[in-house]
């Protein structure tokens, strides 16, 4: 099973009649790092009228918070919270802080603003999909290797290293969901020759095209 994690902080900022809506996100794993980094927000924008905020923490949203800050009830921190549900982003925390423009936007146009305000603070983050494989050691010889890369660009593995010696041995990133079969296809591809050991299951991310740990 896949999750979405917030990889990077980010932020970025909208306006809405004059109203200046600052989002700054970050990633999290405790409740006392998403407290420090609201703290730390509010410390730095102490003169901003409101810094609203949401967190959900854990790959099954185990911890959400969120708050007002003084808004109407359910205009900010609900609206922030609902925009990490739907896009299923987890271990974040998302800190809108606004500087009142002198206009009233009313309860709907609170929610639009501080629901684009967080969408363009994570469009400014790096959002990466956290798996679960197995890390796999296959070594075969060099008639097998032509079958074997095959095999890996067919079902999309992820190569993390090849040694070349009297045989050659590729170590591979494979998502569980695949595993089982994927070992299958390499016994009848190879014939049976091919000799593989893997490590236990443990979670990885893909960004920008490499493998993180």
């Known amino acids: 099973m896949s999750y979405k994690v917030l990889y990077q902080a980010g932020q970025d900022e909208i306006e809405e009649k004059k109203s200046r ?32 905020h949401a967190y959900t923490i854990g790959k099954n949203n185990e911890c959400t918070r969120c708050s007002d800050d003084g808004e109407p009830s ?40 501080y629901q684009a305000a967080t969408q363009a603070g994570l469009a400014a983050s790096t959002i990466i999909e956290k798996q679960f494989g197995h890390k796999l050691h296959v070594t075969t010889d060099y008639n097998g290797i032509g079958k074997l890369q095959y095999l890996v660009a067919q079902n999309q593995i992820f190569t993390l290293d090849t040694q070349y010696a009297d045989n050659v041995t590729l170590d591979l990133m494979v998502p569980e969901e695949k595993f089982k079969d994927f070992c299958v296809q390499i016994t009848e591809a190879t014939s049976g020759r091919a000799i593989m050991d893997s490590e236990d299951l443990e979670e990885f991310g893909i960004v920008d095209g490499e493998i993180i740990f």
């Not at 809506?21 to 006392?32: D, M």
Request: proline content about 3%.
């Open 74 to 113: 359910g205009t900010a921190g609900r609206p922030i919270l609902d925009v990490l549900l739907r896009e299923g982003i987890h271990n974040c925390i998302v800190v809108v802080t606004r500087y009142f423009g002198g206009t009233l936007l009313g309860t709907g146009g609170l929610v639009r603003a």
């Open 21 to 52: 809506f600052i989002a700054h996100t970050l990633p999290v794993t405790s409740e006392e790092e998403a407290v420090a980094f609201l703290n730390k927000i509010k410390k730095e924008y102490w003169d901003a009228r409101h810094n609203c």
